[in-house]
C-alpha cells in the first residue's frame, strides 16, 4: 500500500515520492518511448488525486500556546504537527478527551438529580411530620374537650339522643349544700356530679 504525505500532496512509488504532475509526466514519457508498462504509475495517480480530493487546503491563526502545546502532543503521538491538527480537528485525536467531558457532565448531572431526590424526600419527611404534629394536636384538643365536658357533666351529643330515645327527660331540683341557691337538673343520668352555678360548688345526685 503506497503511503501518501498530505502536506506535500505526493505519493511514494519505488522509494520516491512523487506528485500528481510527476506520475503524469512519467505516464507521458514511457507512451512516447513505446513502454505501456504504466500500470504502478496509474493507480498511483489515480490514487492521490482520489486522496487529494477528500481535503481541503485552508490557512488558520492559532494561538501560539495552542500551537506548542500540540506540537509536543504531536511529538508524543510519533505524528507530524500537521497530521495532529488533522486529526484533532477532524475528531481522531480528541476521541479520548471529548469523552471523558460527558463523563464528567454525567457526573455532575447524577449528582445534581441525587441532591433533588435528597432535597424532595426531605421535604416530604418535614410535610409528614407537620401533618403528624397537627394530628396530635387535634387529639389532644378533642381529649382536653371531652375532659372538661366529663368534669361539667356535659356528655357527648350522641350519648344525649339515645338516653332521650331511650328515657324520658326529668327535671329535677336541688338546693346546693354551699350557697343553699336552686339547682335545675335535667339530666336523667345516674349518679351525676352536679356543679352550682353560683358558687361552682360539686356535689353528687345518686338519684
Known amino acids: 500500500m503506497s503511503k501518501i504525505n498530505i502536506e506535500d500532496e505526493t505519493i511514494n512509488i519505488g522509494d520516491v515520492w512523487k506528485s500528481n504532475e510527476m506520475l503524469k509526466e512519467d505516464i507521458k514519457g514511457k507512451i512516447e518511448i513505446g513502454n505501456f508498462d504504466i500500470t504502478d504509475e496509474a493507480v498511483a495517480l489515480k490514487k492521490l488525486t482520489s486522496t487529494m480530493h477528500q481535503y481541503t487546503k485552508i490557512e488558520l491563526k492559532l494561538p501560539n500556546d495552542f500551537i506548542a502545546a500540540s506540537r509536543e502532543k504531536a511529538e508524543g503521538n510519533d505524528i507530524s504537527f500537521e497530521e495532529y491538527l488533522r486529526n484533532r480537528l477532524s475528531g481522531g485525536i480528541s476521541e479520548g478527551e471529548q469523552e471523558e467531558e460527558p463523563a464528567e457532565e454525567g457526573v455532575e448531572e447524577e449528582e445534581e438529580e441525587e441532591e433533588e431526590a435528597e432535597e424532595q424526600e426531605e421535604e416530604e419527611q418535614e410535610q409528614e411530620e407537620k401533618k403528624e404534629e397537627a394530628e396530635e394536636a ?70
Request: with cysteine.
Open 138 to 207: 387535634e387529639e389532644e384538643e378533642e381529649e382536653e374537650e371531652a375532659q372538661e365536658d366529663e368534669e361539667n357533666g356535659v356528655r357527648p351529643d350522641w350519648d344525649n339522643e339515645e338516653e332521650e330515645t331511650a328515657v324520658p327527660q326529668q327535671i329535677v331540683k336541688v338546693r346546693c349544700h354551699n350557697c343553699k341557691r336552686p339547682i335545675t337538673i335535667t339530666s336523667s343520668e345516674r349518679p351525676i356530679t352536679v356543679t352550682c352555678p353560683n358558687c361552682s360548688a360539686k356535689g353528687r345526685l345518686e338519684q
